[in-house]
């Protein structure tokens, strides 16, 4: 027991030595620590000092160099501010210099300004009083004398101007005619479309005259009957075995005539066969009209038309203009545009398809109000035909100015067409009155002493007093008198204005 307390005494008598020994060694270690850190704070504040002290001295020294940088920079600018100081009072020196002789330059020319406004008023006295001496020289007024001073200015001008144009004139008629000659007359030796001239009635021919009674029927329901179903006239005359169909619509006379003659050729006439024949054959006919579209469109090169377009270019088949069938003129305007568009150098497809077009509104203007033209710019722009096309349409007859040189061509082509020797014929009445108007708009001139239309009014010949016209005035006579004709008169092709001046002597020997 006692040797237990005395172990634990001892343990815990060594557990207090060895804590004091750590604790002795610990205090010395962290006394040499504070003491190594001091020693590094100390020589830490030494370097400070000595580096602030570095750092004072390098920015005084830069202080001092940029104040003596400053002082010679202001040095110098107060020396060019004296420089300049010096120059401005140098010009100032100068503009006064030359101020002064302007201001004496002033005086001396308005003095010359009041000499030369005196001597400008004596001149005009002077001009008045010679005006007044030649006004009573003369014995005509100052405006009496301008205006035939003007007149005979007018008359020189005019002369010369004449003779000017008919210099121009005479050259551009040489070079065109001769370039314009050969490509009308390649496009024609190409174009060689057949001519058939129709009218507004068609006749049908009768086996015998005991089938006129037949096609009338008992108290006339036959004739009834074909009428009503066709929508044409049937004229039974004197006629020998003959019966004429008469209607403006050439459609419905030529379904009426082939059905007539279907039933003439059956025998059995009465009013159920007669409805029935007339159905048959306008699906005839409207094939026909298909067919005739779809040739028309197939010889002329022509694709990608709407099926409407190509219906109404048939029925050109059966429609005439002053005696010429209008879808073969269509067919021949197209080739004759194509022809001279290729010539020249123009779209050639848009030339052709103009020509061919351009008067597909006479297929139905009978049915409807307006100008086939407008009727037939309104169908194609319906059916999306192009800006160009419809422009060509539209401008064959001058309702527009032609835009495009396809549309030019169209309407030279449609004029060449028309005014071939047999192509159209028009009526007596029509025929008389276009050449009185042309021989009234040329006797409407002065100094015109006789007009004479000729050439079935494709030329007018007039003839002037050689007093009154002189050779140069005569082109500007004729140039005149061409306007006026385009102006006021609707006609085919193209009207020669042709002027003749002649001077006579006549005596008499006694």
Same mark, same amino acid.
């Given at each position: 027991?006692?040797?237990?307390?005395?172990?634990?005494?001892?343990?815990?008598?060594?557990?207090?030595?060895?804590? *004091?020994?750590?604790? +002795?060694?610990?205090?010395?270690?962290?006394?040499?620590?504070e003491d190594a850190v001091k020693l590094m704070i100390d020589e830490a504040t030494l370097k400070a000092k000595a580096m602030r002290k570095e750092t004072i001295l390098e920015a005084k020294e830069e202080v001092h160099k940029m104040r003596a940088d400053l002082e010679k920079e202001t040095k110098e600018r107060r020396g060019e501010l004296q420089r300049t100081e010096k120059r401005l009072v140098q010009k100032e020196e100068v503009l006064d210099k030359k101020l002064e002789g302007i201001n004496q330059k002033e005086v001396e020319i308005s003095e010359q300004y009041k000499e030369i406004e005196q001597r400008k008023k004596e001149a005009d006295d002077l001009f008045q009083k010679q005006l007044?001496?030649?006004?009573?020289?003369?014995?005509?007024?100052?405006?009496?004398?301008? +205006?035939?001073? *003007?007149?005979?200015?007018?008359?020189?001008?005019?002369?010369?101007?004449?003779? *000017?144009?008919?210099?121009?004139?005479?050259?551009?008629?040489?070079?065109?005619?001769?370039?314009?000659?050969?490509?009308?007359?390649?496009?024609?030796?190409?174009?060689?479309?057949?001519?058939? =001239?129709?009218?507004?009635?068609?006749?049908?021919?009768?086996?015998? !005259?005991?089938?006129?009674?037949?096609?009338?029927?008992?108290?006339?329901?036959?004739?009834?009957?074909?009428?009503?179903?066709?929508?044409?006239?049937?004229?039974?005359? !004197?006629?020998?075995?003959?019966?004429?169909?008469s209607s403006f619509d050439p459609v419905r006379r030529e379904i009426a005539r082939i059905a007539l003659e279907k039933l003439i050729l059956d025998g059995r006439i009465h009013p159920a066969g007669i409805e029935e024949m007339v159905a048959k054959v306008k699906k005839e006919v409207e094939h026909q009209i298909k067919e005739a579209g779809e040739q028309a469109l197939f010889d002329t090169g022509i694709h990608g038309v709407h099926p409407e377009i190509v219906r109404l270019l048939g029925r050109l088949k059966y429609r005439t203009s002053y005696g010429q069938n209008v879808l073969n003129h269509s067919i021949e305007v197209a080739r004759l545009a194509g022809a001279m568009a290729a010539?020249?150098?123009? +779209?050639?497809?848009?030339?052709?398809?103009?020509g061919l077009l351009h008067d597909i509104g006479k297929s139905i203007d009978f049915e409807m109000e307006g100008s086939h033209v407008q009727i037939g710019v309104d169908y194609a722009k319906r059916y999306k035909e =192009?800006?160009?096309?419809? %422009?060509?349409?539209?401008? %064959? %007859? +001058?309702?527009?100015?032609?835009?495009?040189?396809?549309?030019?061509?169209?309407?030279?082509?449609?004029?060449?067409?028309?005014?071939?020797?047999?192509?159209?014929?028009?009526? *007596?009445?029509?025929?008389?009155?276009?050449?009185?108007?042309?021989?009234?708009?040329?006797?409407?001139?002065?100094?015109?002493?006789? =007009?004479?239309?000729?050439?079935?009014?494709?030329?007018?010949?007039?003839?002037? =007093?050689?007093?009154?016209?002189?050779?140069?005035?005569?082109?500007?006579?004729?140039?005149?008198v061409c306007k006026k004709i385009e102006a006021e008169m609707e006609y085919p092709g193209q009207i020669k204005v042709h002027v003749i001046r002649e001077t006579r002597a006549t005596d008499f020997a006694k």
């Open positions: 027991m006692n040797y237990a307390i005395i172990g634990i005494v001892a343990i815990i008598i060594g557990g207090i030595g060895g804590f *004091l020994y750590r604790k +002795n060694v610990a205090e010395a270690k962290v006394k040499k620590a007044s001496e030649l006004e009573k020289i003369s014995e005509m007024t100052k405006e009496e004398a301008r +205006n035939i001073f *003007l007149q005979n200015i007018e008359k020189e001008s005019r002369y010369d101007a004449a003779l *000017l144009v008919r210099q121009i004139e005479t050259e551009a008629r040489e070079e065109a005619e001769k370039k314009a000659r050969s490509i009308v007359s390649i496009a024609i030796q190409r174009c060689a479309a057949d001519q058939v =001239s129709e009218a507004t009635v068609s006749v049908v021919a009768l086996p015998n !005259d005991e089938m006129k009674g037949r096609i009338i029927g008992r108290e006339g329901r036959n004739i009834r009957a074909l009428e009503t179903a066709t929508g044409v006239d049937l004229i039974i005359d !004197d006629t020998p075995e003959a019966v004429i169909l010539e020249i150098g123009a +779209n050639v497809s848009i030339a052709k398809r103009g =192009s800006k160009e096309v419809i %422009h060509a349409i539209e401008a %064959h %007859h +001058n309702d527009v100015e032609p835009q495009t040189v396809e549309a030019v061509l169209v309407q030279a082509a449609d004029a060449i067409s028309a005014a071939r020797p047999g192509a159209r014929r028009e009526t *007596l009445k029509n025929y008389i009155k276009r050449l009185e108007s042309l021989e009234n708009i040329a006797s409407s001139f002065e100094g015109v002493e006789k =007009s004479y239309a000729i050439q079935a009014g494709r030329e007018v010949r007039i003839v002037v =007093s050689p007093d009154k016209v002189s050779d140069v005035e005569m082109t500007l006579l004729a140039k005149d």
